[in-house]
T-cell receptor, first 112, second 112 residues
């Protein structure tokens, strides 16, 4: 089965450092979503793209987070500077517009 | 109040029991209804996907949608220990089916 691939799977870094998370969507999928999951807030939508164009990033703290799709096979989520409150599991999901999303296994991020 | 409400549980049942998982919602524009299963340290995995009202069956799983009551259910028959996971409901509007609103998930444990 085709899968969404996320790297790294785990990341531990110190406050203030830049963090880059990568996602390879399923081949042929034209929508990509970034989510953050915490015990307190559940699954929160941060941003999403259709055909590589950003459609909505209203869920993202704009001053420190950025999301891009340099090409159809790569989506990135960057945090600069990182803060302890950014500690969470970050999921990427991809899909065909109008169809349910398929998730990767996430990046578990810890900011010390 | 959240658009999608889901009882977090936890729910514990003996092996072989019938399990009922439920979500309520407030947005009458929702037309696509999904159930995802999430194992520990994994991403959500799509289980069932229905459009509008009615029932859909897939093996031991049955999804029901009652749009008049804004209520959806997932039934698991003959539950197995391997069904132990967190179950998330998700919903999308008709014009933007790619973007989903998720419930916070119900944690299920099936005891041998």
């Amino acid at each position: 089965d085709a899968r969404v691939t996320q790297t790294p799977r785990h990341k531990v870094t110190e406050m203030g450092q830049e963090v880059t998370m990568r996602c390879q969507p399923i081949l042929g999928h034209n929508t990509v979503f970034w989510y953050r999951q915490t015990m307190m807030q559940g699954l929160e939508l941060l941003a999403y793209f259709r055909n590589r164009a950003p459609l909505d990033d209203s869920g993202m703290p704009k001053d420190r987070f950025s999301a891009e799709m340099p090409d159809a096979t790569l989506a990135t989520l960057k945090i600069q500077p990182s803060e302890p409150r950014d500690s969470a599991v970050y999921f990427c999901a991809s899909g065909v517009w109008g169809q349910p999303q398929h998730f990767g296994d996430g990046t578990r991020l810890s900011i010390l | 109040q959240k658009e999608v409400e889901q009882d977090p549980g936890p729910l514990s049942v003996p092996e072989g029991a019938i399990v009922s998982l439920n979500c309520t919602y407030s947005n009458s524009a929702f037309q696509y209804f999904m159930w995802y299963r999430q194992y520990s340290r994994k991403g959500p995995e799509l289980l069932m996907y229905t459009y509008s009202s009615g029932n859909k069956e897939d093996g031991r799983f049955t999804a029901q949608v009652d749009k008049s009551s804004k209520y959806i259910s997932l039934f698991i028959r003959d539950s197995q220990p391997s069904d132990s996971a967190t179950y998330l409901c998700a919903m999308s509007e008709g014009t933007n089916a790619g973007k989903s609103t998720f419930g916070d998930g119900t944690t299920l444990t099936v005891k041998p």
